[in-house]
C-alpha cells in the first residue's frame, strides 16, 4: 500500500487485530478468579488519510485503513519460517486454466457486509469496474492492464461487458487476462480487486469515501469514527467471516503530525505501536526495556522527481546532473541518522523475482554511472548549453517543493540546499505545503522537482517498474517513453522470470540512468518499537494488513 508517500511524512503503522478479550487468572483471598484484559489497540498516523474510496484512494495512509474495513478475495500471511504465503479470504478457493489466462475464484457464501447482506460476485465486478472506468479517474486502474479488455475499457474504447471480468453466478467469479501475467494472483490481495457496493456508492454520491458515515465494511474491522485530522476508530466486525480469529475489540488511531508529538505518546503508554526515525528516541525507547524492536526491508525506495517539462529539467543531462549530485550516504547519516541504506537503483531491496531477490540480480544502474566518473558540474553546464540558457551553475535556481511544513520538512530542505551548492553549484529554494496541497500541486504538474517515496503493492518488480509507463499517472512528471512502455509490456508478456528480469533491468536503466526521469536516494527500512504486551503482529511486507491474531496480554506495571 503501497501505496505512495512523501518524505516529510512518516509511515503509518497498523496491524492484524482479533477478537474477543483474553483471561487471566488471579488469586483472590486464596480463590482463583478470571481476569479480562481489554482488548483495545493504540496506534497514530502521520497524516489525514486523503480519501476512503477505494478507487480512488493512493497514499499509503488511506490504504491501511481501507485494509481494516475491508477485504479482497485472498491476503498474504508471513509463515513460522518467515515467508509468506497467499491463503484464501473472500475467495475460499480458486482454479487457473492451463494457459494462464482464466482464473475462476469461488468466493465463501458465509462473507456478507455489516448490513447483512452478501457479499457476491457481482460486488467484485463492480468495484473492478469503477476503478477502470475512466469517469472515476482512478490513479490504479493501470494495475489491472493485464485483464482482457481493461486498458480499452479505461480509454474509454470499449463497453464495461466487453471486459474479461464477470460474474458466473452469486459466488463464481472469473477473470480472463489478455496474456499470461506471472504476477496476477498477488493483485487479488490489493484495493484494486476489492469488493464494492453499488448501492451504498450511489446513495453517498460525491460524500462517498469522505466520512465513516458512508462506508461499508466486509472487513474485519468496521470504522466507527472520522474525526479529521485528529482520530479515526475502529470495532470489530461482529458479521465478518472469520471473526473468530480476530482477537482485538477496538483500535485506536491518533492523527499526529508532529514527530516528538508522535514519540511523547508511545513513551508514555498512550499507544502501543509506532515507527521511530530519531536515534535519540531508539536509545531511549531500547533502554526501557518494555519494547520489542523490529527492523526490515519496508520494501521501498526514497527518491527525487522531476517535472520533466519545466524549464531545467526538461534536458536530460540536468536531471541526470541533478541525480549524481546528491550524497546519498551522507544524506543516510544527516537527514536519516543511518537507519536506511544508500540507492543507486530504483527497485527496493527485498522484492522479488523467480524466488530470488531482484537486488541481488541486478547491479544497481546509478552506482554503474557514479564509478564511471562522470562530472555532474560538467554533465549540468552542458545541458544548459542543450537548453540555450547560460552555462554557470550559480546562474541556476530551482524549487524544491516539500509536503510538509513541519521541522523536519525544512531540515531536509536545508539539507537539499547545502548540498546542492556544495555538489553543483546551484541555487535551491523550497516551498513548503501540507499534503493534500503537495499532491494537487504534483497532479497539476505545479513544481519543479520534489521528495518522495514508495512503497511496493505486491512483491515482484513490476509494482516499481510499471508506475512509469505512459498511461500510469500515478506520479505526473510530464515523462513518457515508447521504448520504455514496450520493455514493460514485453515483462508483461513472457511468465519467463529470465526474460522478465531483464526487460526489467533495461527498463530500470532507462529509467534512472539513461534519462534520470527520477533520482532514487534511499532503500527504506522500517524501524518498529512494539510494547511486550501486544502478541501476535508480523505484518506481510507489502500486502496489506488486517491484525488477524494480534491481541493483548495483560499489562506489566
Given at each position: 500500500m503501497k501505496k505512495f508517500m512523501y518524505l516529510a511524512l512518516a509511515m503509518s503503522l497498523i496491524f492484524t487485530g482479533c477478537g474477543e478479550s483474553k483471561e487471566s487468572k488471579e488469586s483472590s483471598g486464596g480463590i482463583a478468579t478470571e481476569k479480562k484484559i481489554p482488548q483495545e489497540f493504540n496506534s497514530f498516523l502521520g497524516a489525514e488519510p486523503k480519501t476512503l474510496d477505494i478507487s480512488k484512494a493512493s497514499d499509503s495512509y488511506s490504504s491501511s485503513i481501507i485494509a481494516l474495513n475491508n477485504e479482497g478475495l485472498i491476503n498474504s500471511e508471513v509463515q513460522t519460517d518467515g515467508s509468506e504465503k497467499i491463503v484464501p479470504a473472500g475467495a475460499k478457493e480458486w482454479t487457473i486454466s492451463p494457459d494462464g489466462?482464466?482464473?475462476?475464484?469461488?468466493?465463501?457464501?458465509?462473507?456478507?457486509?455489516?448490513?447483512?447482506?452478501?457479499?457476491?460476485?457481482?460486488?467484485y465486478v463492480y468495484g473492478m469496474l469503477r476503478t477502470l472506468?475512466?469517469?472515476?479517474?482512478?490513479?490504479?486502474?493501470?494495475?489491472?492492464?493485464?485483464?482482457?479488455?481493461?486498458?480499452?475499457?479505461?480509454?474509454?474504447?470499449?463497453?464495461?461487458?466487453?471486459?474479461?471480468i464477470k460474474a458466473l453466478d452469486d459466488y463464481i467469479l472469473e477473470i480472463t487476462l489478455a496474456k499470461p501475467t506471472a504476477y496476477f494472483l498477488e493483485l487479488g490481495y490489493f484495493k484494486v480487486m476489492f469488493p464494492q457496493r453499488k448501492d451504498i456508492i450511489e446513495?453517498?454520491?460525491?460524500?462517498?469515501?469522505?466520512?465513516?458515515?458512508?462506508?461499508?465494511?466486509?472487513?474485519?474491522?468496521?470504522?466507527?469514527?472520522?474525526?479529521?485530522?485528529?482520530?479515526?476508530t475502529f470495532e470489530k466486525n461482529p458479521t465478518?467471516?472469520?471473526?473468530?480469529?480476530?482477537?482485538?475489540?477496538?483500535?485506536?488511531?491518533?492523527?499526529?503530525?508532529?514527530?516528538?508529538?508522535?514519540?511523547?505518546?508511545?513513551?508514555?503508554?498512550q499507544v502501543d505501536l509506532g515507527g521511530v526515525s530519531k536515534p535519540e528516541w531508539m536509545e531511549k525507547f531500547k533502554e526501557m526495556g518494555n519494547f520489542n524492536f523490529i527492523s526490515k526491508s519496508a520494501m521501498g525506495t526514497n527518491y527525487t522527481t522531476y517535472n520533466t517539462t519545466?524549464?531545467?529539467?526538461?534536458?536530460?543531462?540536468?536531471?541526470?546532473?541533478?541525480?549524481?549530485?546528491?550524497?546519498?550516504?551522507?544524506?543516510?547519516?544527516?537527514?536519516?541518522?543511518?537507519?536506511?541504506?544508500?540507492?543507486?537503483?530504483?527497485?527496493?531491496?527485498?522484492?522479488?523475482?523467480?524466488?530470488?531477490?531482484?537486488?541481488?540480480?541486478?547491479?544497481e544502474p546509478l552506482k554503474v554511472e557514479k564509478d564511471s566518473g562522470i562530472n555532474p558540474v560538467e554533465l549540468l553546464k552542458e545541458g544548459l548549453k542543450e537548453l540555450g540558457l547560460p552555462e554557470d551553475p550559480s546562474q541556476v535556481t530551482v524549487k524544491f517543493l516539500s509536503s510538509g511544513t513541519d521541522d523536519w520538512a525544512r531540515k531536509y530542505a536545508e539539507y537539499l540546499q547545502q548540498m546542492y551548492k556544495k555538489n553543483l553549484g546551484v541555487e535551491i529554494k523550497a516551498e513548503f505545503t501540507e499534503w493534500a496541497v503537495y499532491q494537487k500541486r504534483?497532479?497539476?504538474?505545479?513544481?519543479?522537482?520534489?521528495?518522495?517515496?514508495?512503497?511496493?503493492?505486491?512483491?515482484?518488480?513490476?509494482t516499481f517498474l510499471d508506475m512509469w509507463v505512459s498511461t500510469a499517472g500515478i506520479v505526473k512528471n510530464g515523462w513518457k517513453d515508447p521504448a520504455y512502455d514496450a520493455l514493460i509490456d514485453q515483462a508483461s508478456n513472457t511468465m519467463d522470470q529470465a526474460k522478465r528480469l531483464e526487460y526489467f533491468k533495461a527498463a530500470e536503466k532507462l529509467l534512472v540512468a539513461d534519462q534520470a526521469v527520477i533520482a532514487p536516494?534511499?532503500?527504506?527500512?522500517?524501524s518498529t518499537f512494539i510494547r511486550k504486551y501486544v502478541k501476535g503482529y508480523n505484518p506481510p511486507a507489502v500486502s496489506p494488513y488486517n491484525y488477524k491474531g494480534v491481541y493483548m496480554e495483560e499489562k506489566s506495571n
Open positions: 489466462l482464466t482464473y475462476t475464484f469461488k468466493l465463501r457464501e458465509e462473507s456478507v457486509w455489516t448490513d447483512g447482506q452478501k457479499v457476491t460476485a457481482n460486488d472506468n475512466p469517469e472515476t479517474g482512478s490513479p490504479y486502474a493501470f494495475l489491472m492492464s493485464p485483464i482482457k479488455g481493461a486498458d480499452a475499457y479505461n480509454a474509454g474504447k470499449i463497453t464495461a461487458e466487453e471486459v474479461g446513495k453517498a454520491g460525491d460524500r462517498y469515501g469522505s466520512e465513516a458515515d458512508t462506508l461499508i465494511s466486509n472487513g474485519p474491522f468496521i470504522l466507527k469514527e472520522w474525526v479529521h485530522n485528529n482520530k479515526v465478518y467471516w472469520d471473526k473468530d480469529n480476530i482477537k482485538l475489540d477496538k483500535m485506536n488511531f491518533s492523527i499526529v503530525r508532529d514527530e516528538n508529538a508522535r514519540m511523547n505518546l508511545l513513551l508514555n503508554g519545466s524549464k531545467y529539467f526538461k534536458n536530460i543531462k540536468v536531471r541526470k546532473a541533478f541525480s549524481l549530485a546528491i550524497n546519498r550516504e551522507e544524506l543516510n547519516q544527516v537527514i536519516f541518522n543511518g537507519r536506511f541504506e544508500p540507492a543507486y537503483g530504483w527497485v527496493a531491496q527485498g522484492i522479488q523475482i523467480g524466488g530470488k531477490d531482484y537486488r541481488e540480480l541486478v547491479p504534483n497532479d497539476e504538474l505545479d513544481y519543479e522537482m520534489g521528495g518522495q517515496a514508495w512503497t511496493g503493492d505486491y512483491n515482484d518488480p513490476n536516494t534511499l532503500y527504506r527500512m522500517q
